[in-house]
């Protein structure tokens, strides 16, 4: 073999080499990014781990951020950490403990009986489905001992009822039809329990409710945000990790996680949602996300909650932790300014809400706006 034969030889190799070994660096930088192994994972004083977590991709989330802090939600079995007091508390709301029927949102109509009803009466002779058309339908009795307005109980006697049906929610108004299948059902009630019903004129009722369900159209606000990859795409292993680093937790459905409100059984702050089928694959390591979405539901969220400003606050902590950049929902970027305005605009939603009796976060906004 010749001197040029030999050098070319050693020239294609050394090529090959070099295209075999770009190749390979390609493909694992473009690789989804995994999750760290537990051992990885940041440990709090040698102590249990800690979600959420003070680690540098959740630098976004400082404790000075958030005032009147006491601290966080109670646990159900271990002390209170650190991080939990990133959780804004909600004061206990006598919204609460309003009675399920109320006449700003609901059409009511009074049953009075002949006589005490028992509560195992009562149940008997309930609907056997609590909807008419598209809308909730209730029956309360009024407890003879506690004179306090509830959903009929066993054990417990009633002097009188109501029946009610709600005006509106995300399904549109109530219409003539839905009034009439209450009008039906709160009747075979009455008639069940020997009381007499006094139903409001309809004409008026469904006018009411058309004009709740355009101010609810009008106020009801649902962000949502997209946070992409810029460079490797992501597994849904890593996704969770770095969710759960900022108070995350897995939702109802593969590929949604939710951020807890400091209230238990109240609805969450926020969503996170990514490629349902990504988290359902056999090998979801394999699994390429390239965006997942943060969103807010804004009316189900009291506003002491600071849920804008939590939303914020983890989108750059995930943006930081993850190399992703905040887009709009058709996949734009958005500069940090951006999100100022929404901030004013929310202020003002919420003072209106709060002048229509509707606050975001009470139990009469999350049943208007469900």
Same mark, same amino acid.
């Given at each position: 073999m010749s001197t040029l034969q030999l050098s070319l030889a050693i020239i294609g190799g050394l090529v090959l080499a070099l295209i075999v070994a770009y190749n390979t660096w390609t493909s694992r930088r473009n690789a989804p990014k995994r999750a760290l192994p537990p051992e990885h994972? %940041? *440990?709090?004083?040698?102590?249990?781990? =800690?979600? &959420? /977590?003070? @680690?540098?991709?959740?630098?976004?989330? !400082? +404790?000075?951020e958030f005032q009147g802090l006491d601290r966080g939600p109670?646990?159900?079995?271990?002390?209170?950490?650190?991080?939990?007091?990133?959780?804004? %508390? *909600?004061?206990?709301?006598?919204?609460? =403990?309003? &009675? /399920?029927? @109320?006449?700003?949102?609901?059409?009511? !109509? +009074?049953?009075?009986?002949?006589?005490?009803?028992?509560?195992?009466?009562?149940l008997a002779a309930l609907p056997p489905t609590r909807r008419a058309g598209s809308k909730p339908f209730?029956?309360?009795?009024?407890?003879?001992?506690?004179?306090?307005?509830?959903?009929?109980?066993?054990g417990q006697r009633y002097q009188s009822f109501q029946a009610g049906v709600q005006l509106a929610n995300r399904m549109g108004a109530l219409n003539e039809i839905e009034f009439s299948e209450f009008v039906v059902k709160a009747?075979?009630?009455?008639?069940?329990?020997?009381?007499?019903?006094?139903?409001?004129?309809?004409?008026?009722?469904?006018?009411?409710?058309?004009e709740l369900d355009q101010f609810a159209s009008d106020h009801d606000a649902q962000l949502m945000f997209m946070l992409r990859a810029r460079q490797a795409a992501w597994s849904p292993g890593y996704v969770q990790q770095n969710a759960a680093r900022l108070g995350f937790v897995p939702g109802a459905m593969p590929g949604r996680l939710v951020l807890p409100a400091s209230t238990p059984g109240l609805p969450?702050?926020?969503t996170l949602g990514f490629d349902t089928q990504a988290a359902l694959a056999d090998d979801p390591e394999q699994s390429a996300?390239?965006?997942?979405?943060?969103?807010?539901?804004?009316?189900?969220?009291?506003?002491?909650?600071?849920?804008?400003?939590?939303?914020?606050?983890?989108?750059?902590?995930?943006?930081?932790?993850?190399?992703?950049?905040?887009?709009?929902?058709?996949?734009?970027?958005?500069p940090a300014?951006?999100?100022?305005?929404?901030?004013?605009?929310l202020e003002l939603l919420y003072d209106q809400l709060?002048?229509?009796?509707?606050?975001?976060?009470?139990v009469l906004a999350r049943r208007l706006f469900s």
């Open positions: 994972e %940041p *440990v709090a004083d040698g102590a249990q781990r =800690r979600e &959420p /977590g003070f @680690d540098a991709g959740a630098a976004a989330l !400082a +404790p000075g109670e646990p159900s079995a271990h002390a209170v950490d650190a991080s939990d007091a990133l959780q804004l %508390p *909600v004061p206990a709301s006598s919204l609460e =403990r309003r &009675p /399920g029927l @109320d006449p700003l949102i609901d059409v009511i !109509a +009074p049953l009075q009986a002949e006589q005490l009803v028992s509560g195992d009466a009562a209730a029956i309360e009795g009024l407890n003879e001992a506690t004179q306090q307005w509830e959903t009929p109980a066993p009747q075979a009630f009455a008639d069940a329990i020997n009381a007499a019903a006094d139903f409001p004129d309809m004409l008026q009722e469904v006018a009411r409710a058309r969450p702050l926020l996300i390239r965006d997942i979405t943060l969103s807010l539901d804004v009316a189900q969220v009291h506003r002491t909650e600071q849920p804008f400003a939590r939303l914020r606050d983890v989108a750059a902590a995930l943006c930081q932790a993850m190399d992703g950049v905040l887009c709009d929902q058709n996949g734009t970027p958005l300014m951006a999100m100022d305005p929404i901030a004013a605009d709060d002048g229509r009796d509707l606050s975001a976060g009470s």
